[in-house]
């Protein structure tokens, strides 16, 4: 990769106020775009209309820029850049032409069972964080082809027992099997929105993001997202996984924990200096 064609983003959701844990990778999505003489974006992650809030936006620029983040492309900048809008609410159009794709492909099937139906089509549920996987049994055999997206889940259908693998730029090598580490998977919700998957896809796609920065409990979906990424004949970005910032408990940081919120910190007088030069202080003090 190019000193002149890096391009990172800070992908932020405003459903509460910023932690820890979001600085701590935001910092190091900046320094690995400036390393790289690249641009950084901002991208706001804001499908999720009923947590979402215009207070939460302005203080997301308002914090970041405090604890020292510049970003060269985003809503709050004018012109915002090429690639815009960078607010996800406003892609909904370009979400649906994705999906178009997709179902062209007859890569993507109508998913009308609850929550309740799969949970019980499950022999045994899987413990602790691992996800429930969607019974093959399931599946459509047939269906209509549509040219959007009907009232009900859509889901990408996984090539079983094949072995996705990527390198992470801070994890190393990375492996997960289809049908057995995660299933089909929802890529079109019944409300009219589109899935966290197909939207992050579409959008890092669409604003030539060379590298995603992010938090290692997201492991799992890049293996979803080089899926996506494959079926629509995208090029598959560079990835960086986060270790993540976690509590006295051991228990990552929520934006409920308003303790280790950003303006929380502010407000104490705590520096981003500070911060920056001992990450666990203020979480074990």
Partial sequence: MTAMNYRGRLAPTPTGQLHLGHARTFWIAQERSRAAQGRLILRLEDLDQARCKPQFCQDIYEDLRWFGLDWQE?????PPGEFGPYEQIHRLD????VWAALAARRG??????SRRDVERAIAAPHEGDRERIFPPQLRPKTWNI??????VNWRFRVPDGEVITFIDNQVGLCQYRAGQDFGDFIIWR?????????AVVADDHAMAITEVVRGEDLLLSTAKQI???RALGWA???FYHCPLVRDAQGKRLAKRDQALALRTLRAQ????????????????G
Avoid: K, M, N
């Avoid at 985003?74 to 004018?78: C, T």
């Avoid at 549509?146 to 009232?151: A, H, I, K, N």
């Fill in 74 to 78: 985003g809503p709050d900048l004018s």
């Fill in 236 to 238: 598959i970005p560079d």
């Fill in 190 to 198: 019944r409300d009219g929105f589109p899935s966290y998957e197909l």
């Fill in 146 to 151: 549509t040219t959007t997206p009907s009232e």
């Fill in 227 to 229: 899926l996506l990424y």
């Fill in 269 to 284: 007088g705590v520096t981003p200096e500070a911060i920056r030069q001992g990450w666990d202080l203020p979480v074990l």
């Fill in 108 to 113: 993507i099937y109508p998913s009308p069972q």
């Fill in 94 to 97: 370009y979400y649906r032409a």
